[in-house]
């Protein structure tokens, strides 16, 4: 399976600033997933990144407040702007197992976000 | 809409023992079931999985139920160790969608 770098491991952060989360993968791999997960909360989806298109932002997240890039198929990072309190959470990206959900999906070791 | 869910926040068990982990979905088109394991401050690690055409699948110590009847599945872990102390996620996935839906997850306690 593949093996995801995820940067920065946590950050505390002031309340209207932005961050970026880089996410670098060992192989190249056609969808990569980002998600969060708010404090005692289920995964969810923000969006889905394929190299060369538009993110594909879930219900409830869009393109302003979560941009996306994906320049290769190695690398995509996740800019959470304008932070409030409420973006405090842990971001995970993710890449699909050969395009087969059967073989299970990888995980980044996430990044904790404090917005204070 | 929760379409996977674990109502079961919690669950210790004794060293040894088996560990019983349910999971309920509402959406019939889910192709794939995946059990991941959380450690704190590490990202979820992928541990089996079953296809909607099956209903059991057997990897180790881990085996994982299906019962599409009553869209529900279940992981059993026979023998518990304390290493299997984590939150425990049900997910699910569409062959088209291909983007997992995540229960709420399951706090495993393995007792000595």
């Known amino acids: 399976s593949a093996v995801i770098s995820q940067k920065p491991s946590r950050d505390i952060c002031q309340r209207g600033t932005s961050l970026t989360i880089q996410c670098q993968v060992d192989?190249?791999?056609?969808?990569m997933f980002w998600y969060r997960q708010q404090p005692g909360q289920s995964l969810t989806l923000i969006a889905t990144a394929n190299q060369g298109s538009e993110a594909t932002y879930e219900s409830g997240f869009v393109i302003d407040k979560f941009p996306i890039s994906r320049p290769n198929l190695t690398f995509s990072t996740l800019t959470v702007s304008n932070m409030s309190p409420e973006d405090s959470s842990i971001y995970l990206c993710s890449v699909d197992g050969w395009g087969n959900p059967n073989y299970g999906y990888t995980f980044g070791s996430g990044t904790r976000l404090t917005v204070v | 809409d929760q379409q996977v869910k674990q109502n079961s926040p919690s669950l210790s068990v004794q060293e040894g023992r088996i560990s019983i982990l349910n999971c309920d979905y509402t959406?019939?088109?889910?192709?794939?079931f995946l059990w991941y394991k959380k450690y704190p401050a590490e990202g979820p690690t992928f541990l089996i999985s079953i296809s909607s055409i099956k209903d059991k699948n057997e990897d180790g110590r881990f085996t994982v139920f299906l019962n599409k009847s009553a869209k529900h599945l279940s992981l059993h872990i026979v023998p518990s160790q304390p290493g299997d102390s984590a939150v425990y996620f049900c997910?699910?996935?569409?062959?088209?969608?291909?983007?997992?839906?995540f229960g709420q997850g399951t706090r495993l306690t393995i007792n000595p």
């Open positions: 959406n019939s088109m889910f192709d794939y």
């Open positions: 997910a699910a996935a569409s062959q088209g969608a291909q983007k997992l839906v």
């Open positions: 192989s190249q791999v056609t969808m």
